[in-house]
């Protein structure tokens, strides 16, 4: 981030963990108040908070399932309780489901969508109610879309609608002066990506990408600090394939 945010305000949707909290601790790192969002992991979310407040930096955990609204609405009111202001939301939380079509339940489908989706959908709703003049919405997509990966149909899936929903709102949102991004990364050393995955088929993955290794969290902050940054304000409605050239 080229300007020091200091005193803004960033609400991290899945901070508690994988590629969240790398993006939580860049923020801090940089002077923006960050909320801490997590659906199951407190203890995750409270050492993240502690190790902000240790470092000088202000943080708070909230628990909200981004898949429910009501969830969402306490959240984000409990961000402007907290701070006073909101000025970046970062769309982070996200599920991986991998499985054959015929495979595929209506049970995986209504879940990996509400997640995916409908909480970013939401989460955009309200971030355009409370997002000061200037704000940033950060969504996120996945570079698996440039792939046909065999089992990642439904996953592809959400991820698509969360591109085209980045895409349709940017003017919309333009009008409040906010921008609307979404960052797709490629393969990233989280729970998510090695869950289901042998050491074997990560090798494979390593072996597709440009530097031969996978994206840790950390290179995924960075593009979260550009994309939030003034120097950013003429970029929105775009994607971001911030993949280390995955092919
Ligand atoms: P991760 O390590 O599995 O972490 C997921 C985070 O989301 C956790 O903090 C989790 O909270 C939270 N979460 C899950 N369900 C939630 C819900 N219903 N409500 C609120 N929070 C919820 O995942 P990641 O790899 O960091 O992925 C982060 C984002 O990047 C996702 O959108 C993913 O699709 C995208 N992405 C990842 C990769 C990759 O290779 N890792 C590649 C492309 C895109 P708890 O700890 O409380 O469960």
Wanted: net charge neutral; hydrophobic share 45%; proline share 2%.
């Amino acid at each position: 981030m080229g300007t020091p945010q200091v005193n803004k305000v960033a609400l991290v949707t899945g901070a508690s963990r994988g590629i969240g909290r790398a993006i939580a601790e860049a923020l801090a790192a940089n002077g923006v108040n960050v909320v801490i969002n997590y659906a199951h992991n407190k203890g995750f979310a409270d050492e993240i908070v502690h190790r902000i407040r240790q470092n000088g930096g202000q943080a708070l955990a909230v628990q909200a399932d981004v898949s429910h609204i009501a969830d969402l609405q306490a959240l984000f009111q409990a961000t402007i309780e907290q701070f006073g202001r909101l000025d970046i939301v970062v769309n982070n939380a996200g599920i991986m489901t991998t499985k054959p079509l015929e495979q595929i339940t209506e049970q995986d489908f209504d879940r990996e969508f509400a997640i995916n989706v409908k909480g970013t959908y939401f989460a955009c709703q309200l971030a355009a109610r409370y997002l000061q003049a200037g704000g940033r919405i950060i969504n996120f997509s996945s570079s698996v879309l440039g792939q046909m990966i065999p089992t990642y149909s439904l996953y592809a899936g959400t991820k698509g609608a969360v591109e085209q929903i980045t895409r349709q709102l940017a003017k919309e949102l333009g009008s409040k002066n906010i921008t609307i991004n979404a960052i797709a990364p490629g393969p990233v050393n989280t729970d998510l990506f090695s869950a289901d995955k042998s050491e074997a088929q990560i090798e494979t993955f390593k072996r597709m990408m440009a530097f031969g290794r996978l994206g840790e969290p950390e290179d995924i902050a960075r593009a979260v600090l550009f994309l939030a940054s003034e120097e950013a304000e003429w970029i929105t409605g775009q994607v971001l394939r911030a993949n280390g050239g995955f092919i």
